[in-house]
């Protein structure tokens, strides 16, 4: 037998925007009666993972420019809401920025976002229901019932916040949420991961795994340049990493193998600049080998394959290196090609790209398939670039539905 939990509203998904929903719901309103149904056996696991343990949780510098997706009024969700920081200093938490405009707690611990989060819930008389897996959705009487194999959750409204695929079942996230909500009608649109490392041929890293350089990434389709991104470049066995790769990886959504990878590797100094460079080191070094023709320049590794790129044998006299050969060299250090052939898989992405359809939501973020359901947070087409910008999206889209939840039962001052 089932045993049967009733509710005003059940938040299915215990992450960021689950835990920012059910307070503010019971800020506006007290007397309303919510439920968080948590996949994993705690809530807010994700949280602590984020900003490798500091959680990123916020940005200074919000814009259109650093999202996209089909939730057509994500920016006005955004800016209608508490600033990140505003939010977090109303529950007792400060946070402090970086000089790129993250935003961290002034602790530097994700721990300390995820307690206040925690108390906040407990102080509100926040029911909790853990290792619930939800495996039905369905109407029930002018209601919801949604269940897994124990138990029943009957809820005059529900709030969706479980989140897309991105870290899958470390998370609870393995996109069966949207698998249901598909089967109910909702339009999900492509799913990829983002913020993720973006794979290439392997033979193009080789010689380059575990180098980290600074420089400029950009993303070219069919010869033309898409977007650029400066900041650290990681190589990997089989995949480029860093900040900046993690900012161009949704752009595989778009342009599939078409995409390509180039580096700049002196992002400072223009092609004339790195020919003077090479011409100057060829004289102070002539009689040396290739080997340590760049190592003026770059770690050994890095040297090591721009020259065999270029064609040449480290064994080589640096005196035999010709005026083109230096100009074939200035070009792969400005501009380090490689083709991409995937992305990383889900559990090595931070966020997913795509999710339920603006089509199926209206400006409430309410369903426009069945009246009553509600999203927020990543289940939803919107994503950000690395920087605090999705969890930004997490805390302002719970809000802002929160919000509308509790105006349906009857405004600030109580339920209906």
Known sequence: MHEIINTDVLIIGGGASG???????????????????????????????????RCNLGNINISNEYYHGSVKNYMDIIESTPHTDDFFKSLGLYCVNDDMGRMYPYSNTATSVLTVLRNKLSEYNVTEICDFNAQKIEKYKNKFKVYNENTYIIANKLLITAGGCAGNTAFGTDGNMLKLLKQLGHKITPLYPAIAPLNVKND???????????????????????????????????????ICIFN???????????????????????????????????????DNTL?????????????????????????????????????????????????????????????TYGGISGESVDSNLQSTVMKNIYFAGE????????????????????????????ESFGGKNGKN
Do not use: M
Not at 294 to 309: D, R
Not at 332 to 351: G, H, P, R, Y
């Open 379 to 406: 289940i939803l087409d919107v994503d950000g670039l690395c920087g605090g910008y999705n969890l930004t999206w997490a805390w302002s889209s719970a809000i802002y539905a929160a919000r509308k939840i509790a």
């Open 204 to 242: 193009e890293l080789k010689g380059l795994k575990g180098v980290r350089i600074k420089g400029i990434a950009s993303a070219y389709s069919d010869g033309k340049k898409i977007a650029s991104e400066k900041g650290e470049i990681q190589f990997n066995e089989c995949s480029l990493s860093g």
């Open 19 to 53: 835990l920012a929903a059910a307070i503010t719901l019971k800020q506006i309103n007290p007397q309303l009666n919510v439920t968080i149904a948590e996949r994993l056996s705690r809530t807010g696991k994700k949280i602590l993972a984020t900003g490798n343990g």
């Open 291 to 351: 080997e340590h023709y760049l190592i003026g320049l770059f770690n050994k590794n890095i040297a090591a394959y721009i020259i065999k790129k270029a064609e040449k044998k480290q064994t080589d006299k640096i005196y035999s290196i010709t005026n083109q050969d230096i100009k074939k060299i200035a070009s792969l250090i400005k501009s380090l090609a490689f083709s991409v052939t995937d992305q990383s898989d889900w559990k090595n992405a931070q966020v």
């Open 248 to 286: 161009l990886s949704y752009l595989y959504a778009i342009y599939g193998n078409h995409l390509k990878i180039s580096l700049d590797l002196c992002p400072d100094k223009n092609y004339s600049d790195i020919t003077d460079i090479l011409y100057e080191l060829r004289k102070i070094n002539k």
